[in-house]
């Protein structure tokens, strides 16, 4: 079974630059989760999606990032105008819907941002 | 939000058991406690989720005591591959959260390291 899939995996951007991400969930999940993690810290939740509606933005800057679902499977975080303090990494999970307890999310290995 | 807290580092050597505990001192009723293993360069992996008592895996043990104000995550006789950031989650399930995942919050994790 393919596992979630991102990219870039890496990107480096001076600020003030617009960089976007993709993610592709695992075939059937219906929920897509992005989150946030700066080096050193666990992940913090962004934005979740089911299907192709927002469930939770309450943490997305949302002066900055965006991101959408169309159609209910790929999704893309955008951030515009970039700041030294989103260098992180940038990780995409999806889990089937109703899931029991804290999961299982299904991550993808991340895509990293350095802003100069 | 249940908080979580864990140590944040612990060394072992390879063969041994390994033990991480979690205290969850204010854990809901509805929550329960999900358990991720991370490594470098790559998203957290699901390793084991439980509600009370035990629950064990072909990967990892979890003990949860009767008043669930603490779990423990037991990984048998570890190897060097098992050097990894072990992340514990507490949170409701997403069916009852109104579908957020927003209170299942990773914390800084445990980074355990396996010695030769």
């Known amino acids: 079974e393919a596992g979630v899939a991102q990219s870039p995996r890496y990107k480096i951007i001076e600020k003030r630059q617009s960089v976007a991400f993709w993610c592709n969930p695992i075939?059937?999940?219906?929920?897509l989760y992005w989150y946030q993690q700066i080096l050193g810290q666990g992940p913090k939740l962004l934005i979740q999606?089911?299907?192709?509606?927002?469930?939770?933005d309450s943490q997305l800057p949302k002066d900055r990032f965006s991101a959408e679902r169309l159609k209910g499977v790929d999704s893309t975080l955008k951030i515009q105008p970039a700041k030294l303090e989103d260098s992180a990494v940038y990780l995409c999970?999806?889990?089937?819907?109703?899931?029991?307890?804290?999961?299982?999310?299904?991550f993808g290995e991340g895509s990293r941002l350095t802003v100069l | 939000l249940a908080k979580t807290t864990q140590p944040i580092s612990m060394d072992s050597y390879e063969g041994q058991e390994v033990n991480i505990t979690c205290s969850h001192n204010?854990?809901?009723?509805?929550?329960?406690i999900t358990w991720y293993q991370q490594f470098p360069s790559q998203g957290p992996r699901f390793i084991i989720q439980?509600?009370?008592t035990k629950v064990t895996n072909e990967v990892a043990s979890l003990f949860i005591p009767a008043d669930r104000k603490s779990s423990t995550l037991s990984l048998p006789r570890v190897s060097l591959s098992d050097t990894a950031v072990y992340y514990c989650?507490?949170?409701?399930?997403?069916?009852?959260?109104?579908?957020?995942?927003?209170?299942?919050?990773f914390g800084s994790g445990t980074q355990l390291t396996v010695l030769p």
């Open positions: 075939s059937g999940h219906a929920t």
């Open positions: 204010n854990i809901a009723t509805n929550d329960y």
């Open positions: 439980g509600y009370k």
């Open positions: 989650l507490v949170g409701p399930p997403t069916s009852i959260s109104s579908g957020s995942a927003r209170q299942l919050t």
């Open positions: 999970a999806s889990s089937p819907w109703g899931t029991t307890g804290g999961g299982e999310l299904f």
């Open positions: 999606f089911q299907n192709n509606g927002v469930v939770d």
